[in-house]
């Protein structure tokens, strides 16, 4: 066992390594949650525009090299977490990063694993005054009997597993029997499952950059194509499948409004480097449905888009995000 002061001068040395010209940085991607594929897909995008000047990059998937990441920690100066969902986006790999000791990008545990949690998130985006849809936890009988969900919410309702993304295990129902089904489907990705009240509007999302002085991002508004009932995992990744504007064209006093709900909502879960809030635009106001730690990365992604029209195009975006990790 070592002492106190000879633990911490190790903790100072492995923090201390010199880098010699390039960062070494540890591009984490892969994993087993339902995002795999989209993680992978980025990671490719990732690599290809990190400056081969500024990094020298090695790949981890969590699946398999968990091991290996750990063996090779002291080696790691920065670790780019490029992970959706379950055990890479909710603060599990940020809580192993930080016991190995290794700067990550983006959200710490905490908030990484509030905003994952979409009950939890919605319980802070309220106390800090924004509006969210009404909704209610379901419980697993109500699969038999949904009565007690309709006689607080009405039809529509959308159902969603509160720890996944990218539309994972959602749904949208229109009828007591799609509001059956819908939790089923729903139960078979996740124990915890809310069901929301279906907001009817433009559909938008608001980046944020920056650790103690936050940027908001170009408003982004998405247009799922005809055929979508919602911005679902087909409409999300298919190309052509949704349009997307960026600026979006809205009022400057809404696009104001929903660049502040994204700095209050980045704030109110103790976020970190960046995020990306999505929203809807109702005919009563802005309704906040949930924040992403780890926003998807192409170029074509929603936040690079933003980024870039803010001045920073992808390879320019990957270095601010490495500088905001390492400050
Ligand atoms: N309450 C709602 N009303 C209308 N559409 C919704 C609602 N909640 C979600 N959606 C649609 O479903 C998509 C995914 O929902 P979201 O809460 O962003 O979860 P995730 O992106 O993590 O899967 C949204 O982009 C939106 O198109
Ligand atoms: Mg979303």
């Not at 940085?25 to 990732?46: C, D, M, N, Q, W």
């Amino acid at each position: 066992m070592k002492n106190k002061a000879e633990l911490s001068s190790l903790a100072a040395h492995t923090k201390l390594i010199p880098s010699v010209g390039k960062i070494r940085l540890a591009l984490i991607a892969g994993g087993k949650s339902g995002e795999r594929e989209v993680s992978l897909a980025g990671a490719k995008e990732v690599e290809k525009a990190l400056s081969r000047e500024k990094y020298e990059v090695s790949r981890y998937d969590p699946a398999m090299d968990l091991a290996q990441l750990a063996a090779d920690a002291a080696k790691i100066e920065m670790a780019f977490i490029l992970l959706h969902g379950p055990l890479g986006e909710d603060g599990t790999m940020q809580g192993f990063l930080d016991l190995l000791g290794i700067p990550y990008q983006g959200a710490g545990v905490l908030g990484s694993a509030l905003a994952m949690d979409k009950n939890l998130a919605k319980i802070l985006y309220q106390q800090a005054g924004l509006t969210v849809a009404a909704w209610e936890m379901a419980q697993p009988e109500d699969q038999k009997n949904p009565r007690r969900l309709l006689a607080r919410l009405s039809l529509p309702l959308v159902i969603k597993p509160i720890r996944q993304g990218s539309s994972l295990g959602m749904s949208l129902a229109r009828s007591e029997e799609e509001l059956i089904q819908g939790l089923a489907k729903a139960f078979a990705y996740d124990s915890e499952v809310m069901v929301e009240q279906y907001v009817r509007g433009r559909e938008i999302t608001g980046g944020v950059l920056g650790n103690k002085e936050l940027t908001a991002l170009p408003i982004v508004e998405i247009i799922p194509g005809e055929g979508y009932d919602f911005f679902d995992y087909e409409a999300k990744y298919k190309k052509g499948a949704s349009k997307e504007v960026c600026p979006a064209e809205l009022p400057p006093e809404v696009t104001a409004r929903a660049q502040e709900i994204a700095l209050v909502a980045h704030r109110a879960l103790q976020l970190k480097g960046y995020s990306r809030t999505d929203m809807i635009v109702a005919a009563d106001g802005i309704y906040v449905l949930e924040t992403n730690t780890i926003p998807g990365m192409t170029p074509t992604s929603l936040l690079p888009q933003a980024a870039a029209a803010h001045g920073l195009p992808f390879p320019a975006l990957l270095d601010r995000l490495i500088e905001l990790a390492l400050t």
